[in-house]
């Protein structure tokens, strides 16, 4: 009998798969998440260093913060930073399948916002 | 009436593969397997694919169905509009047609130890294991995987990364380092808690979404993650722990 | 196949996924306020100088700040391979030196307040 000869074909993967299904590109937004977090963090040392070098510098600081370029970036890393807690809430229960751990996320999430509002002075 | 677009690819003819369309009755009652088979009986007994139970139990007719990951016993005609796309289970190599280059699954699936590997030897004399309802429940999801491979078709990173072991591989390694009679943990960890292992897997979740048992190979990976993470720090940081 | 080390990188971008879950979105919410016009109080030079002067709350500070920019690295560093940058390993130990020259800038200017 004749042999068939193999010669199996190979799908190359790019990188259009991320748009494939609305899975993958939720899992990309996730991912880009970090970008904002990083970036409001560094936002963060440099507020440091500019309350380290005294109080006229701190006011040049609280002033870019007015900045439109500042708004923007703050209410996108808000809605990525919302975006990330939701999602690493909602999968803590697959990596640590403890009862109403998710639940228990949320509860503490909101402490931990109320409290930090509260001693911030803003209600 | 109802057109299928199928992906056909012959290795000793073509160079690439290419769609071919055919036109099948709708059915109410009518799984894609359905319209293949009357392909393969009516139109062009050319068209290889696999397929066994019919039922969804026994894993071998997963492909890739308008982009998704489906057993093709398990989508209803009625799912779709318009053309229903089949192509093979992505990830993997095309042999032919719709059928695919499984060894790599297999021989992952071998490298884990899929089996009992008791803590002790016990002689018969000494009687059965005995296991709680609660003991079972922490491997029983696990045991469901039917090795249908959608999971790792769903996969981005076992795409991107071919040596990642995969989702079904870990959950199977998980299934056995949970239940209360084995004591092989160690020696899967060798595979599962290398880099090829949980430690490819980007938590995108794909996989769990797409198996048809609800198996939740993404979750069995992060527990592994977790416990390969405080056993990599005991041992380096709590030496004198054993 | 040996065990990974992979546990090393991984571990603090838990712990620090697990802090900017809870952490970053009001963190965020201060100093949008402060964006729009309305400072909260310990946004003010007096108050936050002090607060920050404290030596517990400058650990803590330096803990969440390395962290964040830990676990953003980390993600940021499978993000690149996801996204076809196949050469991993320059990548992870750019972005880890990053991660750690950043928390040093930030321990220096903390110790300097």
Same mark, same amino acid.
């Given at each position: ?35 904002? @977090? ?59 399948? @403890?009862?109403? @751990? ?22 | ?242 | ?28 919410? $201060? ?11 310990? $946004? ?37 391979? !996801?996204?076809?940058?196949?050469? !991993? ?10 991660? $750690? ?13």
């Amino acid at each position: 009998m004749a042999e068939v000869s193999r010669r199996p074909y190979v799908r190359e993967m790019g990188w259009r798969w991320i748009f494939r299904h609305p899975r993958y590109v939720r899992y990309m937004l996730r991912e880009f998440s970090c970008l904002f @977090i990083g970036g409001y963090t560094l936002i963060m040392v440099w507020g440091l260093k500019e309350l380290a070098q005294g109080p006229g510098a701190w006011q040049a600081f609280l002033e870019w913060l007015r900045s439109p370029a500042s708004v923007a970036f703050h209410v996108l890393a808000l809605g990525f930073a919302l975006y990330h807690s939701s999602t690493w809430f909602n999968l803590t229960p697959k990596a640590l399948p @403890i009862p109403y @751990i998710s639940g228990a996320h949320y509860a503490g999430w909101a402490a931990v916002s109320l409290a930090v509002l509260y001693f911030a002075g803003v209600f | 009436m109802i057109q299928l677009e199928v992906l056909r690819y012959n290795p000793e003819t073509d160079a690439e593969p290419r769609m071919q369309r055919y036109e099948v009755p709708y059915r109410e009652d009518w799984v894609v397997l359905d319209a293949l088979n009357h392909v393969k009986e009516n139109l062009d007994p050319t068209l290889s694919y696999r397929w066994s139970c019919h039922m969804a139990v026994c894993g071998s007719c997963g492909m890739m169905i308008n982009g998704e990951p489906r057993l093709a016993c398990k989508s209803f005609l009625r799912e779709y509009r318009g053309v229903i796309r089949v192509e093979p289970l992505a990830h993997f190599p095309i042999e032919r047609d719709l059928v695919t280059v499984m060894d790599d699954f297999m021989g992952k699936l071998a490298r884990v130890k899929p089996y009992l590997i008791p803590k002790h030897e016990k002689p018969l004399a000494e009687g059965e294991y005995r296991q709680t309802p609660a003991e079972l429940k922490k491997f029983k999801q696990y045991s469901m995987c039917i090795n249908c491979m959608l999971c790792y078709a769903a996969c981005p990173e076992y795409g991107l990364i071919p040596n990642y072991i995969g989702p079904a591989a870990i959950a199977l390694a998980h299934r056995y380092n949970q239940d209360s009679r084995d004591g092989g943990r160690a020696e899967r960890q060798e595979e599962i808690a290398a880099t090829e292992g949980a430690w490819d897997c980007s938590f995108v979740g794909a996989c769990s979404e797409v198996c048809p048992e609800h198996v939740d190979p993404a979750g069995a990976i992060q527990q592994v993650k977790i416990k390969s993470t405080l056993d990599w720090y005991k041992e380096h940081l709590m030496p004198w722990l054993k | 196949m040996a065990r990974s080390n992979k546990p090393i990188v991984w571990g603090p971008f838990a712990a620090g996924g697990t802090l900017t879950a809870f952490l970053t979105p009001v963190l965020i919410a $201060l100093t949008l306020l402060a964006a729009l016009g309305r400072p909260p109080e310990v $946004l003010g030079y007096e108050r936050l100088h002090a607060l920050v002067h404290n030596p517990f709350f400058k650990l803590g500070l330096a803990g969440v700040i390395g962290l964040s920019l830990w676990s953003a690295a980390h993600r940021l560093r499978i993000t690149a391979y !996801d996204l076809g940058l196949r050469a !991993d390993t320059p990548v992870a130990a750019v972005l880890y030196a990053a991660t $750690l020259a950043c928390t040093g800038v930030a321990i220096y200017y903390l110790l300097r307040i």
